[in-house]
């Protein structure tokens, strides 16, 4: 995904490449799920404590908000959510303006047996990419769509784990938006849940194998992710997003952002939401790309059962 999925950490003084990799970026702060009657025996079993790809239901009928935000930390649970997540880059361009992306990532999970599970995630980003010189207009529209599919065991110990294919397709309506390049790689993630603890980490790396854009892809994305989870659904997370492009010279080579945030599960009517605010400053960076950045997400979770 950073062809993958990406946080918006580049400008238009970054090369096509650079802005493609910082676009869209994987939030993994994702989810709600389909309540099963076996995850909620096996929830008893554990004292209440989620250590399934499923939410537990309550004797209400339903998760706790403390389960639902558990469960939305683990990036390959048996869940169904529609994250909308806004990335805010700055200063980027001449005028020290700030560049925007929203990535829409539909979150949907498709049973393939009783002991695997294919979880699908789409990061469509649509972004506002600010001028990155005089006389040069800003760009606005869509960036490169990306789909990872992650096979995972549906029943799991301490270790939950899955690894698939990404894949990146160039959907972007300008050159400046995207790589103009198809892409493919593997992808992995693995993480344990230990108490208030969900702890863990994405790897994945791209490389294009046609299409027409004058730079070739070959771009690597790791996501570490920890999150302490508190009483009534609040947490307390940091999920930055390393990227590497190792077409770009050493100088030119790495983002890497440092920060954090908090977040709440909780219900806006009937619907269960899970809201995020985290901060992070590029303490590496290519040139042009802004040195902070805000993401702020809302996640639509549908719960059934």
């Known amino acids: 995904m950073n062809p993958l999925i990406i946080l918006s950490m580049a400008t238009g003084l970054v090369p096509t490449l650079a802005i493609a990799e910082t676009s869209i970026r994987l939030d993994f702060a994702s989810g709600i799920l389909a309540i ?28 706790s908000a403390e389960q639902l935000a558990k469960a939305a930390q683990n990036p390959v649970a048996d869940m169904i959510s529609l994250p909308f997540q806004s990335n805010l880059t700055f200063p980027t361009g001449p005028g020290d303006n700030a560049q925007w992306v929203l990535n829409i990532q539909p979150v949907i999970p498709i049973k393939i047996s009783d002991d695997i599970n294919l979880i699908t995630r789409t990061i469509l980003p649509v972004i506002n990419a600010p001028s990155p010189a005089a006389g040069v207009s800003s760009d606005f529209g869509l960036g490169d769509l990306q789909f990872t599919a992650f096979f995972s065991p549906a029943k799991t110990s301490e270790i939950i784990w899955g690894v698939g294919p990404v894949l990146q397709f160039p959907t972007a309506t300008s050159d400046r938006l995207g790589t103009d390049k198809w892409s493919a790689g593997p992808s992995v993630v693995a993480l344990t849940m230990q108490g208030p603890w969900v702890i863990g980490g994405l790897v994945q790396n791209v490389w294009s194998y046609a299409g027409s854009g004058e730079n070739a892809v070959n771009s690597l994305l790791m996501q570490p992710f920890i999150n302490y989870n508190l009483p009534d659904g609040w947490y307390l997370t940091t999920s930055p997003v390393f990227t590497a492009n190792w077409k770009a010279d050493a100088d030119n080579r790495w983002t ?50």
């Open 36 to 63: 099963q009657e076996e995850a909620a025996e096996a929830a008893v079993a554990n004292g209440g404590d989620l250590n399934t790809t499923s939410p537990t239901a309550t004797a209400g009928g339903g998760p």
């Open 256 to 305: 890497v952002p440092l920060g954090g945030g908090f977040g709440r599960v909780m219900r806006i009517g009937s619907q269960p939401v899970n809201i995020q605010l985290q901060g992070f400053y590029n303490v590496e960076k290519p040139a042009g790309v802004g040195e902070w950045s805000i993401r702020f997400q809302i996640q639509l979770l549908f719960p059934t059962g």
